[in-house]
């Protein structure tokens, strides 16, 4: 994870980088900054690239990089596959090396369209005067522009800031359907920017991953920007298959019979079939895969800051669903056993309820929270004892659940279940001092839910129980699992099952369609700025390229049955692998969004809707 910005010029002006964007990049990248001016004899034209460098894997390699042609280049990625890197090389190197020795736009196409893992780059190549810059596929890592008609300029950054009343023009997300390359020297001449986009396309087809004109948005540009497609048709070749959108005739009914509230004991029978189980096991090969390449490469240990044994390298934003709970039990696979694992869960402050007689069900929770007495009883920074139980929020519950199947699964290993309760007076402080900026240029409700949600769980302070008592605690794990990409690949919203219900499996798989499409300006930009604030990776094992490249391959019917109720049909072949894996209860759980299982949803005004514009993130 890095921090990176460039700021090019096309006229005698030169841009300042704001002290509040230089501020929030430094966050990103805590070990190490640099930064590199290009100007041109000659030529009209003034970059300024600025690297700030979290460091991850190999030796420590400050950015930007530079070599004796004058070629620069920020990386901020992960290569998880496609070009060859030593366990003790540092991959932005490599890129580079590769980039260096390229002499064609078709050359330094290939090396982006082989790379496995996120990333987002920018590459200055001295020889043509060319600025080259994207993010990959899913839009994994993010990239925001900015363009200033005054200057003749174009501001790239990792991350922006949010400043009510600016003059400048509005950050706006690189979008991930391309990579894009900018000809200084002729646009120095023209007095205008010119973008030239090379956009994604699947193998063997002529369909562009999108409309590019159409996503963006070309109205919202400043006046001497200008954008056209590549002069010489050259395309990015996906990194993954298609959508198998094949629709059969009919399907066999199912012949089972289940209760609106299935149990973990129903998902059986359906793995009595051979077929069946088969393509389970190669979910699991390809899932267990993605999270090993996820976890495998610490900093060298030649860094005098190398972690202590005592200390868990990876944690997993949790709330004890089938997401996160196999993302946990995959990764006790590959990591020590001696190597602990962050389990981190937030809640949200519950307004006090009415008394009221206990029904059942509230009993039941009451049950699961006293399972755990130290953590009734232990203080949480400021936090009495007595006023624990608002933070009883759903996915607190399902959280504690999860770590007693972990524990039986593995009781060797030590699972630090990190209780994150975040107040209302601390949730509306930090938002206004830092989560705003890291949200924009995204605006809406849900925006501000999950954003705010995200960025306390990956901050990591909360309280854990160690040594049998109920201590505070932060995680200093670097890098953050999260479950993101099993509901757009699985059917798992609600949304999918309305679909269905309206438009059948033609309408379903339609849908499908459309997630990944749009998961890097809906999901993946903002939630790698929120966890990059706290000097942490996000990584995205069910976005890897060969568990999509699978999941994609699979007919629908294969990957859910929306026919069976809720906490079955939805992901049931995640479901069926969750079983495989010895999980019980959570295999089953429903699906519960991140801002109502943490209740952050009902802390302010309980009768917005998602989509709305969020005010609150306009107040800086």
């Known amino acids: 994870m890095c921090g990176i910005c460039c700021v090019v010029n096309i006229s005698n002006l030169q841009s300042a980088l704001d002290n509040a964007v230089l501020g929030n990049l430094k966050k990103r990248g805590p070990n190490c900054s640099r930064e590199v001016t290009k100007a041109v004899a000659g030529f009209n034209y003034h970059c300024f690239f600025s690297g700030h460098v979290l460091h991850m894997r190999g030796l420590l390699t400050p950015q930007p990089l530079e070599d004796e042609?004058?070629?620069?280049?920020?990386?901020?990625?992960?290569?998880?596959?496609?070009?060859?890197?030593?366990?003790?090389?540092?991959?932005?190197?490599?890129v580079f090396d590769h980039l260096s020795k390229c002499t064609?736009?078709?050359?330094?196409?290939?090396?982006?369209?082989?790379?496995?893992?996120?990333?987002?780059?920018?590459?200055?190549?001295?020889?043509?005067?060319?600025?080259?810059?994207?993010?990959?596929?899913?839009?994994?890592?993010?990239?925001?522009w900015q363009f200033d008609d005054e200057e003749k300029s174009i501001m790239l950054t990792s991350v922006g800031a949010l400043v009510i009343g600016t003059e400048r023009g509005q950050w706006q997300e690189v979008p991930a359907s391309a990579v894009y390359k900018i000809d200084l020297k002729a646009c120095s001449l023209l007095d205008s920017l010119v973008l030239m986009t090379?956009?994604?396309?699947?193998?063997?087809?002529?369909?562009?991953?999108?409309?590019?004109?159409?996503?963006?948005?070309?109205?919202q540009f400043s006046s001497?920007?200008?954008?056209?497609?590549?002069?010489?048709?050259?395309?990015?070749?996906?990194?993954?298959?298609?959508?198998?959108?094949?629709?059969?005739?009919?399907?066999?009914?199912?012949?089972?019979?289940?209760?609106?509230?299935?149990?973990?004991?129903?998902?059986?029978?359906?793995?009595?079939?051979?077929?069946?189980?088969?393509?389970?096991?190669?979910?699991?090969?390809?899932?267990?895969?993605?999270?090993?390449?996820?976890?495998?490469?610490?900093?060298?240990?030649?860094?005098?800051?190398?972690?202590?044994?005592?200390?868990?390298?990876?944690?997993?934003?949790?709330?004890?669903g089938i997401d996160s709970m196999i993302l946990a039990t995959l990764a006790d696979r590959h990591i020590p056993v001696e190597h602990p694992i962050d389990l981190l869960n937030v809640a949200f402050q519950l307004k006090k309820p009415k008394k009221k007689v206990l029904t059942k069900n509230t009993k039941n929770c009451?049950?699961?929270?006293?399972?755990?007495?130290?953590?009734?009883?232990?203080?949480?920074?400021?936090?009495?004892?007595?006023d624990l139980e608002c933070f009883n929020v759903p996915d607190r519950i399902t959280g504690r659940a999860g770590l007693q199947e972990l524990q039986d699964i593995n009781p060797t290993r030590t699972w630090n279940f990190v209780e994150i309760n975040v107040t209302l007076d601390e949730l509306q402080e930090m938002r206004?001092?830092?989560?705003?900026?890291?949200?924009?240029?995204?605006?809406?409700?849900?925006?501000?839910?999950?954003?705010?949600?995200?960025?306390?769980?990956?901050?990591?302070?909360g309280a854990a129980l160690l040594n049998n008592e109920m201590k505070e605690y932060t995680s200093t794990a670097k890098v953050v699992l999260t479950g993101i990409g099993a509901d757009e690949q699985l059917a798992g919203y609600s949304r999918h099952r309305v679909r269905y219900k309206m438009s059948g499996l033609e309408g379903l798989v339609n849908e499908l369609g459309m997630e990944l499409g749009r998961?890097?300006?809906?999901?993946?930009?903002?939630?790698?700025?929120?966890?990059?604030?706290?000097?942490?990776?996000?990584?995205?094992?069910?976005?890897?390229?060969?568990?999509?490249?699978?999941?994609?391959?699979?007919?629908?019917?294969?990957?859910?049955?929306?026919?069976?109720?809720?906490?079955?049909?939805?992901?049931?072949?995640?479901?069926?692998?969750?079983?495989?894996?010895?999980?019980?209860?959570?295999?089953?759980?429903?699906?519960?969004?991140?801002?109502?299982?943490?209740?952050?949803?009902?802390?302010?005004?309980?009768?917005?809707?998602?989509?709305?514009?969020?005010?609150?993130?306009?107040?800086?």
């Open 104 to 144: 064609s736009e078709s050359e330094i196409l290939s090396i982006f369209s082989a790379i496995q893992g996120p990333w987002a780059f920018i590459y200055f190549q001295a020889d043509s005067h060319c600025l080259w810059f994207g993010r990959d596929f899913f839009g994994r890592r993010s990239l925001l």
């Open 198 to 219: 090379y956009p994604w396309k699947y193998p063997s087809s002529k369909l562009q991953k999108s409309d590019l004109t159409h996503e963006l948005r070309l109205e």
């Open 69 to 94: 042609k004058g070629n620069v280049f920020l990386w901020n990625g992960e290569v998880f596959g496609g070009l060859k890197v030593g366990s003790e090389e540092n991959d932005a190197q490599v």
């Open 432 to 461: 206004q001092k830092t989560i705003s900026h890291l949200v924009y240029p995204l605006e809406t409700v849900l925006d501000d839910s999950i954003g705010c949600a995200v960025w306390f769980a990956s901050r990591g302070t």
């Open 224 to 320: 001497c920007v200008s954008l056209t497609m590549n002069a010489s048709g050259l395309f990015l070749t996906a990194p993954v298959v298609p959508l198998n959108i094949a629709i059969p005739a009919c399907l066999p009914e199912s012949k089972q019979t289940l209760c609106t509230q299935p149990s973990f004991e129903d998902l059986q029978p359906f793995l009595q079939s051979d077929k069946r189980k088969k393509v389970v096991h190669q979910l699991l090969d390809v899932l267990s895969e993605a999270v090993r390449r996820r976890i495998q490469y610490p900093p060298s240990k030649t860094v005098a800051t190398c972690t202590s044994v005592n200390k868990a390298n990876v944690a997993i934003l949790f709330s004890g």
């Open 519 to 620: 998961i890097s300006s809906r999901n993946l930009g903002r939630d790698d700025r929120i966890i990059g604030d706290h000097g942490k990776e996000a990584r995205f094992p069910f976005l890897d390229e060969e568990v999509v490249s699978f999941l994609s391959s699979l007919p629908v019917w294969e990957k859910a049955d929306l026919t069976l109720p809720r906490g079955l049909g939805e992901k049931l072949l995640l479901r069926l692998a969750a079983r495989e894996l010895g999980l019980t209860a959570s295999a089953v759980l429903p699906k519960r969004a991140m801002q109502f299982g943490s209740r952050i949803a009902k802390m302010e005004n309980g009768n917005e809707k998602a989509s709305d514009k969020c005010n609150r993130l306009q107040r800086v």
């Open 366 to 386: 009451k049950t699961v929270f006293n399972a755990h007495p130290c953590q009734e009883e232990a203080k949480l920074g400021s936090t009495e004892a007595g």
